[in-house]
């Protein structure tokens, strides 16, 4: 049995002293890390300098950090309500502040999107990986500690663990083990508000060196909150929602796209008339699929989130495949999600199993009954921008930052083209918000994640592409067709300049009116219907901070347009708020301006609160 322990600096001392001072730590991706075990072993090394700590990890979390005051006065509250009680992860911190010791080091490679721009040490020990590839480079660095979060139960007065959120790289890792490609010391902490999954991750309190449990060490689950679903994201959501066929297989990414496409999937399966009338209006001309789904899809995905229990709520995630109508790899979510899981009747829960990421992106190891189990599979997955002939970027700039990481989207990509039937669907805005709008869809970029001979499908707000077997010219022509229209004409240029389109090629007149107000038209009649709600699986900000939401993002926007931000101040100028909007108002401390900068708050707030009153 492990050896229990209730001070996290003792477990790490025992580390130190059972390993040796070369310590290659591998922590999960994102939920799954043991906090306090982390930050104790790093300041083990901080205090010896002689121990040599590699961090070897993906998606590290940390609580949102506001831009600006608005951002504060808006977010704080929510971060102290949401993260107050989550433990920052020291190694992060050393980072942000150029801090870290020359005797610890830490390898991601998968990045929060975003939030290691312009840190050198984060992005030069970045490794560019697979998913799937991870468990591989860990044993090729000589691993030998895993620490882990963990869900605790007795059974039969004997302790078991779940790996729960994060079966991931841990199964695979231990697989190797037994086989005696691996040696390590699996590590685990306790945290009692973590759902206890059933499956392959349910261990048996042997396979654990030693384990920190103390009321101490708990502490709240990192619970991101849902982000509001914009008409957009509502409109390639929904164009991909009508792709989906009935019977098949689906993986989907997170993010407000993933939340877009479910709630279509729902809108469908349950109102197939209101779903044709808003696919009429977003896509006269395209042929979808509208019927509801009787046979109902299985779901096989590296991620669960809440948009999946959904589904599975809704009727639609229900085709059994050996009891099971869900696998997946690794979780996160709101803390109603976590909640969800955790009180789910046990032959529920038993419906969705938690697997090791060999098995849910890719094909090796059991590869027929693989094969029979995702038929019409559609991986749905999300990219930054992409070119005309079909490549797609997703996680760099051309300049090499990386932006967030490969993840499993080669995978899925990669799996779409070996399975019959199946298709990889990418999804993007068509263009770039900023001083000035920038199209996402380009001719040419200088970083690429997925190749252009890998091309299948591409759904922006304006519609499909379907490039799949197609010619550079076809290819060319149909991400035309899904553009932003402020920009095909030079695109189109540049197309022809390059001797890939016809001189004579003009783009079809259906496809010369792909603008913003188009779509938010197009959406008006099912958002007032309730059909798309701005938070379509729950949220966790109050109603009042739902209201204030589209108002900061209209200010958020009028920022980098001088001219807008000047008639939003105008607009609250002579405005005068309703009840609600005063509510707004004192959420963020602007009910009674004390200073010339409060006043000058007030008045854009009441604006673009205004603004945001359709």
Not at 169 to 183: F, I, N, Q, V
Request: net charge neutral.
């Amino acid at each position: 049995m492990p050896k229990i322990f209730s001070d996290p600096d003792a477990i790490a001392e025992d580390i130190v002293r059972d390993v040796g001072t070369t310590l290659v730590v591998g922590l999960p991706l994102g939920l799954g890390k043991a906090n306090h075990i982390v930050n104790a072993l790093y300041r083990r090394a901080v205090a010896d300098r002689s121990i040599h700590l590699t961090f070897f990890t993906a998606l590290t979390l940390e609580k949102p950090r506001p831009s600006n005051e608005l951002e504060k006065r808006f977010i704080g509250p929510v971060i102290d309500r949401l993260f107050g009680g989550y433990p920052d992860l020291d190694y992060a911190t050393a980072l942000r502040k150029r801090e870290l010791p020359p005797n610890i080091q830490v390898n991601e490679f998968f990045f929060l999107a975003g939030k290691w721009l312009g840190v050198a040490d984060a992005q030069q020990h970045y490794i560019s990986a697979n998913y799937t590839h991870a468990a591989s480079y860990l044993l090729a660095r000589g691993l030998n500690v895993i620490t882990q979060l963990v869900a605790k139960r007795v059974v039969d007065g004997a302790a078991r663990y779940s790996l729960s959120c994060n079966t991931d790289t841990t199964l695979d890792m231990m697989r190797a083990r037994a086989e005696g490609r691996a040696s390590f010391r699996l590590i685990g902490q306790v945290n009692s508000d973590l759902p206890y999954m059933p499956g392959q991750g349910d261990l048996p309190g042997d396979e654990f060196h030693a384990v920190l449990e103390s009321p101490d060490t708990e502490f709240p689950l990192f619970a991101p909150p849902s982000e509001p679903v914009s008409d957009t994201k509502y409109a390639i959501g929904l164009h991909a929602a009508g792709l989906i066929r009935d019977g098949g297989t689906l993986q989907i990414g997170i993010g407000q796209i993933g939340d877009a496409l479910a709630q279509g999937l729902i809108v469908r399966h349950r109102d197939s008339a209101a779903f044709k009338d808003v696919m009429q209006r977003l896509s006269p001309a395209a042929h979808v699929q509208t019927a509801p789904f009787a046979q109902g899809l299985y779901g096989v995905s590296e991620m669960l989130f809440e948009a999946f229990l959904g589904l599975i709520e809704a009727g639609i995630l229900k085709r059994d495949v050996d009891g099971v109508i869900l696998h997946a790899a690794f979780f996160l979510g709101p803390q109603a999600f976590y909640a969800k899981l955790h009180d789910m009747p046990p032959e529920q829960l038993a419906k969705i199993r938690m697997m090791p990421v060999s098995f849910t992106n890719e094909l090796y190891g059991d590869e027929g009954a693989k094969r029979r189990a995702r038929v019409n599979a559609h991986f749905v997955n999300n990219t930054m921008m992409a070119t005309l002939t079909g490549a797609a970027i997703s996680d760099g700039l051309d300049d090499g930052q990386v932006i967030s990481g490969v993840g499993g989207q080669y995978n899925f990509v990669a799996q779409a083209f070996a399975l019959e039937g199946a298709r990889s669907i990418l999804t993007l805005e068509a263009t770039r918000a900023g001083k000035t709008p920038s199209s996402n869809i380009r001719w040419s970029y200088g970083h690429q994640t997925i190749p252009r001979h890998l091309r299948d499908i591409f759904v922006t707000e304006y519609g499909v592409a379907d490039l799949r077997g197609k010619s550079d010219a076809d290819t060319i022509a149909a991400m035309l067709s899904v553009a932003d229209s402020r920009f095909q004409q030079e695109l189109m240029r540049q197309a022809k300049d390059a001797g890939k389109l016809p001189k004579t090629f003009q783009i079809a007149a259906a496809h010369r009116d792909n603008m913003p107000d188009r779509i938010a038209t197009a959406l008006k009649p099912a958002r007032d219907a309730g059909l798309l709600p701005m938070f379509p699986f729950g949220s966790d900000f109050t109603d009042v901070e739902q209201r204030l939401i589209p108002a900061l993002q209209i200010l958020s926007a009028a920022v980098k347009v001088p001219s807008k931000l000047a008639t939003l101040l105008w607009e609250g100028l002579m405005s005068s708020p309703n009840a609600i909007e005063e509510a707004c108002l004192a959420r963020l401390k602007l009910d009674k301006p004390a200073t010339i900068q409060e006043r000058a708050y007030r008045w854009l707030v009441s604006g673009a609160l205004k603004s945001s009153r359709s």
